[in-house]
């Protein structure tokens, strides 16, 4: 493949930077309107074009080529700032490809004889690999929020010095179920607990993958030398359960919340009754 | 089975985690509609999700057909779900309580029989595996 820059582009390029500039930032003013200052974009734009002629004086001609590395970081930064404002993927890619209207203003000038073509193809190359970051930077935050929202919404609290409960509420599939016990026996070590109450009161089946994962939860509870108790079994899970076949065996269950709690308590009377008030 | 008349029937993928969460909410909002009592819909809610999670796991993924079915009198929910997967070469021994070829606790197919009204196997080494199952109101 032919080198995208001869040495005449460069020096064009670095020539009527000014102009160049001048109308990328125009176009892309014009679609980011409020979004971003003119400061910023300028700053941006600044940042971009060094990294492209740094680039292209060292041979590069591909974006994926080392020469490019430069670039291609500073291209990344933008776009998952960008995805971590809120920016659509439209808003963020404009701002690269808004470029072209810098470099057709090249073309345009009567005493520039050179030819852009390549650098246009380049200049796309920028805008898709801009799209893929942003892409991938935006997964990035919405599984981070999927996550912070499933821990959000499994509170594990501290009942009573030594009790800790976690009432369990709506669907519960495989990862939450899994955070969920995970959770617990977390805060049961932080907590130096010896009691921990599952409450599934709001939880509309228990199947068995739910029962194993509650099965498992309380014999590693046991092995950190802590009891588990499950409460708030309604009658149509109790019975669902036992059309199932699934075996709680020796696991304590309780028919509410409280009923629990009371129970840990008296568990605990002996040994911890003067910490706790009456 | 009675004939029934049946409304259209949703399809849903049957392809991961998630996707056995919302077989699980739609069969409950037909359920619902059927006017099942609250244990009968537990029953059958779970029993798709034991059915829909097998066709995921074992199956290799697949559909779920849920639908609203009337004869006149009743109404009832019917799921049928469906894989392309390896099939049970021992179906007898599948149906067996605490028998799991995974890691399982080997309840979800025989216990699903227990948990609905009508319960039917069609599988097939090499083929695939097909279970339909459906609760009516009282
Ligand atoms: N759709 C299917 N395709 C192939 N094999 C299946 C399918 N469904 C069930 N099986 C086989 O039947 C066995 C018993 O299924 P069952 O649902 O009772 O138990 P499990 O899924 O292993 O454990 P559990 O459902 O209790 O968590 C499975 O281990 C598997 O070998
Ligand atoms: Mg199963």
């Not at chain 1, 669902?240 to 605990?268: K, Q, S, Y």
């Not at chain 2, 037909?30 to 779970?46: E, I, N, Y």
């Not at chain 2, 097998?54 to 009832?76: H, I, K």
């Not at chain 2, 799921?79 to 179906?91: K, N, Q, R």
Request: net charge negative.
């Amino acid at each position: 493949m032919a080198p995208v820059a001869t040495d005449t582009l460069v020096r064009t390029l670095v020539e009527r930077a000014e102009t160049v500039r001048a109308a990328w930032l125009e176009a892309a003013a014009a679609e980011l309107h409020g979004r971003t200052t003119r400061g910023e974009l300028e700053r941006e734009q600044s940042d971009i074009l060094d990294a492209l002629l740094d680039g292209l004086r060292a041979g590069g001609t591909t974006l994926s080529d080392a020469a490019f590395d430069q670039l291609r970081g500073i291209l990344a930064d933008v776009s998952a700032a960008r995805a971590r404002l809120g920016f659509t993927p439209r808003e963020t890619a404009i701002g690269v490809f808004a470029l072209k209207e810098g470099l057709y203003r090249l073309t345009s000038d009567d005493d520039v004889a050179v030819d852009v073509t390549p650098l246009l193809r380049l200049v796309d190359d920028l805008g898709l690999f801009t799209f893929e970051t942003y892409a991938a930077a935006r997964e990035a935050i919405i599984s981070e929020q999927a996550e912070q929202l499933l821990e959000l919404s499994t509170p594990v609290v501290k009942l009573w010095e030594g009790v800790v409960a976690v009432p369990l509420v709506g669907t519960l599939d495989s990862a939450r179920t899994q955070v969920v016990m995970e959770k617990l026996l977390n805060t049961l070590v932080d907590t130096g607990s010896e009691h921990a109450i599952i409450d599934i009161t709001g939880v509309p089946a228990v199947d068995t993958q739910v029962a194993q994962h509650l099965l498992k939860t309380v014999v590693a509870a046991r092995l950190m030398g802590a009891e588990c108790t499950i409460s708030g079994i309604r009658p149509q899970i109790a019975q669902t359960i036992v059309a199932l076949g699934i075996e709680f065996g020796d696991i304590r269950t309780r028919a509410t919340l409280a009923d629990a709690l009371v129970d840990a308590l008296r568990a605990n009377g002996r040994t911890a009754s003067a910490g706790v008030p009456a | 089975m009675t004939a029934a008349t049946s409304e259209t029937a949703e399809r849903l993928p049957v392809r991961a985690d998630s996707d056995v969460v919302k077989v699980r909410q739609l069969v409950r909002s037909l359920a619902q509609q059927a006017r099942l009592s609250l244990v009968d819909q537990t029953k059958l809610v779970t029993a798709a999700s034991e059915l829909a999670r097998n066709t995921l796991v074992y199956g290799g993924g697949g559909e779920a057909e849920v639908e609203l079915v009337s004869d006149g009198a009743r109404t009832g929910v019917r799921a049928v779900f469906s894989d392309e997967g390896p099939g049970i070469p021992d179906l007898d021994l599948a149906l067996t309580d605490g028998w799991t070829s995974g890691s399982g606790l080997g309840l979800g197919l025989s216990g699903s029989r227990r948990l609905v009204q009508h319960f039917a196997i069609d599988t097939a080494p090499g083929v695939g595996t097909r279970v339909e199952i459906a609760t009516w109101s009282r």
